[in-house]
């Protein structure tokens, strides 16, 4: 399905995505981890085409999306959509209009201008908030939402594009356990239950393994792990991260459990 | 706990909130709807009234509009040996017009950035007289700058330094608006840490305040330069030199002297266009962090 081969992207005389290589050949849900500035970001933005790549190509179903321009670069942004660490959203706006704004590559320009969306697009963007469980909070300006809401407004827009990839870049990162762990289960029922891939970018170990398939580890804008959760050892997560012996997973964790967990965790550190 | 719960309202609930999101919606869209059409009745009918009231009207007269540019460029093509020279001989007026421009925004500035720090909630030093500071700059904004010049040139006579004057009065109210709206966002801890070492309110406000406003405050003068040269350049035309009195002698004229009216028109738009671009890129090179 999503094919990436080569990808390299530099800013200037800095590297920060090198000859980055996965296929990817059916819907799951993949996790990206590694240390802040390791590249992760820069590749969800090249593959939602945000910004241009150096060199390298991605396909998805045998469409080169490297390269689009205009309509077919649009049209290519509509069908992997994006959530970001810090929601995104129109704050001024209601609730509704900012997941009707998943139609906006359907829709004409003066048609949005002027609020003119089809009612049975109404209906849909509510019953997809409904189904995230926020339906209540329809009318509301988003920046009147707390941070989990409005990280599931996002969601619901994502959702309104009916993509068939959703990248996730730090979904998490800026909310509590709680809101975090809402968040992530409502990113694998839409995987479960709609069959759509997400690519989500993660800074913690345990929500990867808990959540993902697969899991991709990057290190200075290289890919140095590939494999599925469970080949995720702590030696492996050592050199992903690039830490020492004194490593612990329990201290990155925003697992409510882990608070519980940390004894068997320090044991595993020190066997 | 309902933040945590993913289980959505009962059918008849959502029915219910799509119900009543549609009523706002076609309500949202009823006012829109409205207000576009008011808007295009009101240009319509005020086009109209205007155009009745015009001596010429607008249907008789609209294509005549490129008839004097079409003559001054048909004279300039022919005379256009001439050009060079011309601006050549229009150059010491060019910077007269410059020079007009650079110290009014100067003087302008520095009255702005008084009135601005008197005037901004939470820096003023007499906090009571904040809407007295405020009226000044709304007047010195009000009053055109070529009303205060026509006034000064009556008194003063003809030269730069009424237009001078003028411009500069005007600039300090419009620039001590500006100012004082980023000095609002400026953060007070830096002001209460030099408050509390003695320092007087000029101290506090040179060394607390400026330093975190200055790319904005710098960012803002240079907008208004630009807009000052074009100011100084159209106060010419009523009498206070540089490159405006050149280009009024030229125009008036009628034909005959349209070359000397191009040359004028080259000078003056590759003036505006030169400090466009140095200061937008000195301004986004200080927006954007040095």
Partial sequence: ?271 | MTDAALTGATPSQITQIQESYLVQVRRRRMYGGLTLGIFVLLMVSGFVVADNRNAGGFWAGWHQIFDFPADVLSEAWEKRANLPALMVDFFPALLETINIAAASTLIGAMMGLVLALLSTRGLAKWPRLIPVFRRIMDIMRAVPEIVIALVLIFILGGGPVPAMIAIAFHTAGALGKLYSEVAENADLKAVEGLSSTGATWSQRMWLGVLPQVAPNFLSYTLLRFEINIRASAILGFVGAGGIGAELRNAMSWGPGRFDEAAAIFILLFGTIVFFDQLSSRYRTKMIKGQ
Avoid at chain 1, 37 to 43: F, N, P, Q
Avoid at chain 1, 96 to 112: D, E, W
Avoid at chain 1, 188 to 201: F, L, P, Q, T, Y
Avoid at chain 1, 226 to 247: H, K, S, V
């Fill in chain 1, 1 to 271: 399905m999503l094919d990436v081969q080569m990808l390299t992207k530099r800013f200037g005389d800095k590297t920060a995505v090198e000859n980055v290589s996965f296929n990817i050949d059916r819907s799951m849900m993949i996790g990206v981890i590694g240390r802040s500035g390791a590249g992760k970001s820069t590749l969800l933005r090249a593959l939602n085409c945000l910004s241009d790549v150096t060199s390298g190509s991605i396909t998805f179903e045998g469409q080169e999306i490297t390269g689009l321009k205009g309509a077919a670069r649009r049209n290519w942004q509509s069908r992997c959509a994006m959530i970001f660490q810090q929601f995104n959203l129109v704050p001024r706006m209601d609730v509704v209009s900012n997941v009707l704004h998943g139609t906006l590559n359907r829709r004409s320009t003066l048609a949005t201008m002027f609020n003119l969306y089809p009612d049975s697009d109404i209906h849909k963007a509510i019953e997809i908030l409904d189904r995230l469980g926020i339906a209540e909070q329809a009318e509301k300006r988003a920046e009147a939402l707390s941070g989990g809401q409005q990280q599931r407004v996002a969601i619901a827009r994502a959702l309104m594009q009916d993509p068939q990839i959703i990248l996730a870049d730090e979904p998490i990162a800026s909310l509590d356990p709680m809101n975090a762990q809402i968040v992530m289960q409502a990113l694998r029922r839409i995987h479960e239950e709609d069959g759509r891939m997400v690519i989500a970018n993660l800074h913690t170990l345990d929500t990867a393994r808990r959540y993902c398939d697969r899991v991709i580890g990057m290190r200075d804008g290289r890919v140095v792990f590939d494999g599925t959760p469970e080949q995720l050892t702590t030696g492996a997560a050592r050199d992903i991260y690039g830490a020492g012996a004194d490593f612990s997973e329990a201290a990155t964790s925003t697992e409510i459990e882990t608070l519980d967990r940390s004894q068997t965790y320090a044991a595993e550190t020190y066997a």
